[in-house]
């Protein structure tokens, strides 16, 4: 295959992977400063615990202004009642002593929270010799129908302990489900927005690498470093994570560990993925856009549709994720033979199953 192709579809991979990452970090910005995993498994706690009118107070500009400035009221406990499972659960010593003052965690293990809500329980209800006189106190006819069905035969507090983890485990499991769908919409929001600053249009920026040879060489050079770099950081992470895991299962045994966070693209990666976009043919003023005053309406229109068509192009691309564009960029090197293909993606970045 003729490298003049190849260095085109490097190009545009590369050009994805490069706003991919940029938009990952702006991602991981977004959710730190507004607190959204933290608010995520509030969501999760209020569903399991079957108290859905509380999700309404986490939600709206407001509750995220609140969160964004740490002040009190952007997770309002108070507002869901005193009468509240969920608020006395997350007000528990167990579980605000996981998160810094101000802040609400964003990852609680099934163990912790199991303990906490039957500590909580009992507090109201005084201690039980069995799970069944527990539970017949408890004034939410779902969660007792769920614990009941939970716990078999059983009628132990012990049984009942294990019936709570299980559900927070499986309610969780959702959670992170809803948390990915919302994250990769975010992703999109942001990667559209970069589109249009930076006019990063990929019917006009295909045809201009296609046309001109040296861009396209120059762009599936930059390529390849990125590459290495980017193969160079992942090698890192996994030995980081691994001696973490080493340290975590000696210190916690059979303790459940949080899932697997994604890891913010480093100074150097970002730097390779600036280099990427400023050596492309990308920014204003745009040659399709240019001279609209002078064309026709319908040619005027036709151009605008043109543009507005290549940016969503674009967001949705570097939607797909940093992994998946690592791994294209990565076939395409080992295809031209500039590299061979990495052994596997970029974790956490992009598309993929975070909190």
Same mark, same amino acid.
């Given at each position: 295959m003729s490298n003049?192709?190849?260095?085109?579809?490097?190009?545009?991979?590369?050009?994805?992977?490069?706003?991919?990452?940029?938009?990952?970090?702006?991602?991981?910005?977004?959710?730190?400063?507004?607190?959204?995993?933290?608010?995520m498994l509030l969501d999760g706690v209020l569903t399991l615990l079957y108290e859905p009118a509380g999700l309404a107070l986490l939600r709206g500009i407001l509750p995220s202004l609140r969160r964004l400035a740490r002040r009190e009221g952007g997770f309002d406990l108070r507002g869901l009642g005193s009468d509240s499972l969920a608020a006395a659960v997350m007000s528990h010593p167990l579980i605000t002593g996981q998160a810094q003052a101000g802040r609400m965690p964003s990852y609680i293990p099934s163990t912790m929270f199991a303990r906490a809500v039957m500590d909580t329980l009992q507090q109201r209800y005084g201690r039980?010799?069995?799970?069944?006189?527990?539970?017949?106190?408890?004034?939410?006819?779902?969660?007792?129908?769920?614990?009941?069905?939970?716990?078999?035969?059983?009628?132990d507090l012990a049984a009942l302990e294990h019936a709570l983890c299980h559900w927070y485990d499986t309610v969780m499991a959702r959670t992170s489900g809803w948390y990915k769908r919302?994250?990769?919409?975010?992703?999109?929001?942001?990667?559209?927005?970069?589109?249009?600053?930076?006019?990063?249009?990929?019917?006009?920026?295909?045809?201009?690498?296609?046309?001109?040879?040296?861009?396209?060489? $120059?762009? *599936? /050079?930059? #390529? @390849? +470093?990125?590459? &290495? =770099?980017?193969?160079? $950081?992942? *090698? /890192?992470? #996994? @030995? +980081?994570?691994? &001696? =973490?895991?080493a340290a975590q299962a000696a210190a916690q045994m059979g303790q459940q560990q949080p899932p697997s966070e994604p890891a913010a693209p480093s100074p150097a990666i970002l730097g390779a993925a600036s280099a990427q976009l400023n050596s492309l043919p990308i920014g204003w003023p745009s040659a399709r856009l240019d001279h609209l005053a002078q064309q026709s309406a319908g040619a005027a229109a036709g151009a605008v549709l043109l543009a507005a068509l290549g940016w969503l192009l674009t967001a949705f691309a570097a939607s797909l994720g940093a992994p998946f564009w690592f791994d294209g960029v990565g076939w395409l090197l080992a295809l031209r033979g500039t590299g061979a293909r990495p052994a596997s993606s970029v974790s956490g970045q992009g598309t993929q199953g975070q909190r």
């Open positions: 003049h192709y190849l260095d085109v579809a490097l190009g545009l991979s590369a050009t994805y992977l490069a706003l991919s990452l940029l938009c990952s970090a702006g991602r991981e910005a977004i959710a730190s400063l507004f607190q959204s995993r933290a608010k039980q010799t069995s799970a069944r006189s527990l539970l017949a106190q408890v004034n939410n006819p779902a969660l007792q129908r769920t614990l009941l069905a939970l716990l078999g035969e059983a009628d919302r994250s990769q919409s975010v992703l999109f929001g942001i990667a559209l927005v970069f589109a249009v600053a930076l006019n990063i249009d990929t019917l006009a920026l295909s045809q201009r690498l296609w046309s001109d040879e040296n861009t396209a060489q $120059q762009s *599936a /050079e930059l #390529a @390849a +470093q990125m590459s &290495a =770099q980017l193969t160079a $950081q992942m *090698a /890192e992470q #996994a @030995a +980081q994570a691994a &001696a =973490q895991a």
